[in-house]
């Protein structure tokens, strides 16, 4: 996860000698687009929807915050480095830039977790969570993880990027590779067994679909963020062990690397969101909101051409049946 100048070579005009040429900073670049439109789109429609205005979308909102920050920011951080490789007065700029952009990485994580546990308490313990479960309670819950984000990210840059003391960013580095890159899947699976228990013991939800779907959903969910963030923390760790030889292979390993870790805070909109069978419900009555509102405006005047016609043969039975008296 670190976010070294060295990776973008001096010159910024070959491939052959730096493991970030134009080539893949374009590329980057693009991904890091469609994830901020992907989450900006994410929260617009959470934010305008009444409908939407519950806590498991509330849950989504905030992890589309943190990956939406985090495109933003190291998309600036990225060019900073690009265009100014060697600027010692953008190195401040940059620093900067890296606590915000490790903080957003952190607090994707974190969130992707809160939503695991999140969705355990609504499936294990509904009518509790339905008490207990508020917007303004996931708002509290994510504004900590930002607070207790912030503090290990500031170390972790001081430690990788200030101090230039390579035992110490080797020893942060490390822990921080390990604890972000198998804490959440830890997580997520004794949440994902535990949603699976309390389904089995439970005579409502006790159907094999909904085991299976969740399982295929938490297993997309480990995957992409194994195969998307495992590459670039490996090889932070083997870096400042100084056992990297550069060579075209590494270079084109990194680079690999480089676009998995933007794909992974690009992707998750579409995994957390735009797959789940309420939001697709929600996109559906928006798509098709003008031919429902046609169809109500049919339905209103055939009610009303009704209860027209319906006056109108009243009237005419009274009529006979005045006729009929006298």
């Not at 546990?117 to 917007?135: D, E, G, R, W």
Request: charged letters at 15%; aromatic letters at 10%; hydrophobic letters at 45%.
């Amino acid at each position: 996860m670190s976010n070294n100048s060295s990776q973008y070579g001096e010159d910024g005009d070959t491939c052959s000698n730096s493991p970030i040429c134009p080539s893949i900073v374009i590329l980057a670049t693009c991904v890091s687009l469609v994830g901020i439109i992907a989450n900006g789109a994410v929260l617009v429609i959470i934010f305008r929807s009444r409908r939407l205005h519950k806590p498991v979308f509330m849950g989504f909102a905030a992890l589309a915050l943190a990956d939406f920050l985090y495109l933003i920011f190291n998309t600036f951080l990225v060019h900073l480095h690009w265009f100014f490789p060697d600027n010692k007065g953008s190195e401040t700029a940059a620093n900067v830039l890296s606590v915000i952009v490790v903080t957003s990485a952190f607090s994707s994580a974190s969130h992707v977790t809160f939503l695991s546990v999140q969705q355990y308490f609504m499936i294990a313990h509904p009518l509790s969570s339905l008490a207990k479960q508020t917007n303004r309670t996931v708002f509290i819950a994510s504004l900590t993880v930002w607070i207790v984000c912030t503090i290990p990210s500031s170390f972790y840059i001081y430690a990788v990027r200030i101090s230039n003391d390579p035992v110490l960013g080797r020893l942060v580095n490390f822990s921080v590779t390990i604890i972000v890159t198998f804490l959440p899947i830890i997580i997520i699976l004794i949440c994902h067994f535990l949603k699976l228990k309390a389904l089995r013991e439970s005579v409502m939800n006790n159907r094999q679909s909904t085991r299976d779907r969740m399982s295929k959903v938490v297993s997309v969910v480990i995957l992409t963020y194994l195969v998307t963030t495992l590459p670039i923390n490996i090889h932070d760790t083997i870096k400042l062990a100084g056992k990297i030889e550069l060579s075209t292979v590494y270079f084109i390993i990194y680079r690999i690397a480089f676009i998995l870790l933007h794909l992974n805070f690009t992707i998750n909109p579409f995994i957390y969101f735009l797959f789940t069978p309420q939001c697709r419900r929600i996109l559906m009555m928006v798509k098709c909101l003008p031919c429902y509102k046609r169809s109500e405006e049919i339905h209103s005047r055939q009610t009303g051409s009704t209860l027209l016609s319906h006056d109108h043969s009243a009237g005419r039975h009274d009529t006979n049946v005045c006729h009929t008296a006298i």
